[in-house]
């Protein structure tokens, strides 16, 4: 991608290339070359997920409080560890009560696993997302009623049928654009809850200040910026993964060799079906 396709902050690509050799890539998990001679709690051979930004290099260095260990019982499966902490910290945030009705705009990687937790804990999911296949996923992740996400007229009015017309406890947004978050506004009932998980960073947002204030909306930016709770959510998240609570992997579509990650990017922007 060249600088003027990528989204911009404060004027500038929010990516700039040339970037260190490695970056960027936040996701990371590997199996520990080497310690420093006061690490205590981790050995060679380890495997971890890392809270580090190089994940695209063959070998990075981390502080020893920003690993957490993989057990045995994950084997090889892959562990994208800040990917899965977002959605442990974005459910924590989003404070979900079994019997719950919940509304998850937007499908993708972060929208199916909140689908799958927010299912779990016993609340009814409504999914909306564009691209049908997505929906598919949604279901599988445990959705009760899935929502093609075109007119939003249609989308309020569908919401409305399927819950007597009280709309969502909760509303999750999680696409990061402007007409999914206007949707998310309109089928957040009065007094419930409007969750931003989406990242939205690509300039300015309007948003319908008179529903907000009318129905007595409130609203969450479930973006965290403080280490500590990235790290309880990482620890969290492998637990989850390793007890069967989350289960990311129909999730994982592609594998790339670091030589590809071009193509890793490419695919990554032009999301094939499936």
């Known amino acids: 991608m060249c600088g003027s396709e990528l989204p911009v902050w404060e004027g500038r690509p929010w990516f700039d290339y040339p970037m260190a050799a490695g970056a960027p890539g936040h996701e990371g998990w590997g199996t520990i070359e080497a310690v420093g001679d006061e690490v205590e709690d981790l050995v060679v051979g380890q495997r971890v997920a890392a809270l580090t930004y190089n994940a695209h290099a063959a070998f990075d260095v981390a502080d020893a409080d920003k690993l957490v260990p993989l057990p045995p019982e994950l ?68 959705a009760a ?22 709309l969502c406890d909760r509303v999750l947004e999680v696409t990061g654009k402007q007409q999914p978050l206007d949707v998310a506004s309109s089928i957040t009932r009065e007094r419930g809850c409007l969750v931003i998980a989406g990242f939205h960073q690509d300039g300015p947002r309007q948003v319908d200040m008179q529903t907000w204030n009318w129905r007595g909306i409130d609203v969450i930016n479930a973006h965290e910026r403080d280490p500590a709770v990235y790290m309880r959510g990482l620890t969290e998240a492998v637990a989850a993964v390793a007890e069967g609570r989350l289960d990311p992997d129909p999730l994982y579509t592609h594998v790339f060799p670091l030589d590809r990650a071009a193509a890793a990017f490419e695919a990554a922007v032009a999301r094939p079906e499936g």
């Open 75 to 142: 084997g090889a499966r892959p562990f994208p560890g800040e990917a899965l902490a977002c959605a442990i910290n974005v459910f924590h945030r989003s404070e979900i009560s079994p019997g719950q009705t919940v509304a998850v705009v937007g499908i993708g990687f972060l929208g199916a696993l909140l689908t799958q937790l927010i299912a779990r804990a016993g609340a009814r999911v409504i999914a909306i997302t564009r691209r049908p296949f997505a929906l598919d996923v949604a279901r599988s992740m445990g």
């Open 145 to 166: 009623h899935t929502i093609a996400l075109g007119n939003g007229d249609e989308v309020v009015r569908e919401v409305a049928e399927l819950t007597g017309s009280g």
